[in-house]
């Protein structure tokens, strides 16, 4: 099997395209501005895009939470385009141990109006086995 290939990585996050058939963002820190913020996820667009992949791994180990504003710009236009354009369907999310962090990822979910499946874990392995196991849809 092919190696992983890196899409993109500034000190905020890193994009990854895994052949296996998911694009994995490891977020270092949300610390950046909100323009810099929706920037990286563009690029988890276009790296879904350029690789044609509707599976997504997020690595949210940060201890800062998500902003609300990027909170909601993901629940309104990111994730609605996301699957619209790309045919986005799975998101699996490994979360930190910061309450706070945690709170506010899952926040997004609990308010998703979009048919996405999406679960957490702690583990990546755990997750990356949950995002490629079969589906009903596939």
């Given amino acids: 099997m092919s190696q992983p290939s890196q899409y993109f ?6 994009i990854t395209y895994y052949p296996a058939g998911y694009i994995r963002a490891d977020w270092r820190a949300m610390d950046s501005s909100e ?8 690029h988890i667009l276009g790296a879904m895009r350029r ?9 949210h180990t940060q201890p800062q939470p998500i ?24 998101c699996a999310i490994v979360e930190t141990a910061d309450t706070a962090s945690r709170s506010a990822t899952r926040e997004i979910g609990s ?3 979009q048919p996405l499946d999406f679960a957490y874990f702690e583990d990546p392995a755990e997750a990356e086995a949950w995002l490629l196991r079969p589906t009903s849809a596939q």
Avoid at 51 to 59: F, G, M, P, R
Avoid at 79 to 89: H, K, N
């Fill in 111 to 113: 308010r998703l109006n």
């Fill in 67 to 90: 902003p609300a504003v990027l909170r909601l710009w993901l629940l309104e236009n990111w994730i609605p385009r996301a699957m619209r354009e790309v045919g986005y369907r799975r």
């Fill in 35 to 42: 323009t810099e913020l929706r920037a990286i996820y563009e």
């Fill in 51 to 59: 690789y044609e992949v509707t599976a997504l791994l997020i690595k």
């Fill in 9 to 14: 990585r500034n000190p905020a996050a890193e």
